[in-house]
């Protein structure tokens, strides 16, 4: 499974669009690139998947460049209920799910 | 009752205790798993049931022991735990095999302390 760098932290205010972009370096061809949510004491919550260029839902926005290195998730526009872990994970159709250590967002007011 | 729940929300036990942890999904889900989260570190997956057959064990010590009577309801059978075994247990279910999505829902966790 593909090794995931992410930053350790971020800080950000409300209203501000916040980008958290996470390195996969030796993906693979059947790999997808997902995004989970984690608040306190509370499971992870996905919030987008995606195998190349963009995606967009109701939530986020996942970019994805043409080497599949690299991938962003954009969250427009943040409030303070957004301050949670962010995990990037990179892997094929499994079960295997394999988390890193992610990026702590705060948000400030 | 919706989602994955899992009971009880908080436990406290002895190294000599046995208890166990239970997780039910209410999604129709074929594929359930237990995951460790310790303080500061990122979480562990420790098994995968797929149709109610154990298909990874990522060697966890023998002190847990995982039951899957049926694709809805999962256990963690816990004894003689160590301090060190004091952490966040969350359960989460996918459907495998439908879609590309590898989704999969975590229930809100059990916090177990152990003492």
């Known amino acids: 499974l593909a090794k995931t760098t992410q930053p350790i932290s971020m800080d950000s205010y409300e209203g501000q669009e916040v980008n958290i972009t996470c390195s996969h370096n030796?993906?693979?061809?059947?790999?997808?690139i997902t995004w989970y949510q984690q608040f306190p004491s509370q499971g992870p919550r996905f919030i987008i998947q995606g195998y190349k260029t963009k995606v967009t839902n109701e939530v986020a926005s996942l970019f994805i460049p043409a080497d599949r290195k690299s991938s962003t998730l954009s969250l427009p526009r943040v409030s303070l209920s957004d301050t949670a872990v962010y995990y990037c994970l990179v892997g094929p159709n499994t079960d295997k799910l394999i988390f890193g250590t992610g990026t702590r967002l705060q948000v400030f007011p | 009752e919706t989602g994955v729940t899992q009971t009880p929300r908080h436990l406290v036990m002895g190294m000599t205790n046995k208890k166990s942890l239970k997780c039910e999904q209410h999604?129709?889900?074929?594929?359930m798993y237990w995951y460790k989260q310790s303080a500061k570190k990122p979480l562990e997956l420790m098994f995968v049931y797929n149709f109610k057959e154990q298909t990874e064990n990522n060697s966890v010590p023998s002190r847990f022991s995982p039951e899957c009577p049926n694709s809805s309801h999962l256990f963690l059978h816990l004894h003689t735990l160590q301090p060190e075994d004091s952490a966040l247990y969350l359960c989460?279910?996918?459907?495998?095999?439908?879609?590309?999505?590898?989704?999969?829902?975590f229930g809100p966790g059990t916090r177990l302390t152990v003492l």
């Open positions: 989460a279910s996918s459907q495998p095999g439908l879609s590309s999505y590898n989704e999969q829902f």
């Open positions: 030796n993906i693979a061809t059947n790999d997808y």
């Open positions: 999604l129709g889900h074929n594929a």
